[in-house]
């Protein structure tokens, strides 16, 4: 099985488990907060992933890390989902996992996340303007994040889902450089 099947069975399973409890939400959110842990403490993740680290060390380094991050008391379900992906040796999918989760979630609430890439910052004007035709062209809420490359030149580059719409004048100079190229042959 290919690591994007793994995680998409994994993620989804975990995913109607969390919402048959009702806590899909409250699920995501700790995987949130233990994937920025996770960022900030990679040495966790490595002695997950360490075969001399037995499964009793691991299950402890587990119960331990979210008795840290959480405010109450560690959240079972996460902590079961965690324990598993370490005793079958898919710890290291757990970023992958997380983010697929996360989709899920935003595809339940009709959300759709976006990045667009500008030459520089847009006008809060032109981002409402833009955020409302992706969103009128997805039917779906958007959540834009935005960022600057100032090799674009100009134009506007968008990540949406598995999609990207290229509308930049970087990419545009390009294609028309290998179009007189290829007229000059």
């Known amino acids: 099985m290919k690591p994007y099947q793994i995680v998409d069975r994994y993620a989804r399973s975990v995913f109607e488990l969390a919402e048959e409890q009702g806590k899909s939400e409250t699920f995501a959110h700790e995987i949130d907060v233990l994937s920025r842990a996770m960022r900030n403490q990679p040495k966790f993740l490595d002695l997950l992933e360490n075969p001399l680290v037995t499964r009793e060390e691991k299950r402890a380094l587990i119960k331990n890390i979210l008795t840290v991050e959480a405010v109450h008391e ?13 005793e079958k040796g898919r710890i290291d999918l757990f970023s992958a996992m997380a ?10 609430r009709g959300v759709q996340e976006a990045t667009a890439v500008t030459a520089r910052r847009l006008d809060p004007n032109v981002v409402e ?4 035709a992706l969103e009128k062209m997805t039917a779906k809420k958007i959540v834009l994040n935005l960022q600057a490359d100032p090799s674009l030149l100009g134009g506007v580059r968008i990540c949406l889902g598995n999609r990207l719409l290229d509308g930049s004048l970087r990419t545009k100079l390009d294609s028309l450089d290998s179009q007189l190229t290829m007229a000059k042959v």
């Open 129 to 132: 303007l833009l955020k409302k």
């Open 74 to 86: 560690p959240p079972l379900l996460l902590e079961r989902f965690l324990t598993l992906l370490v």
């Open 99 to 108: 983010r697929q989760l996360h989709n899920k979630l935003n595809e339940k």
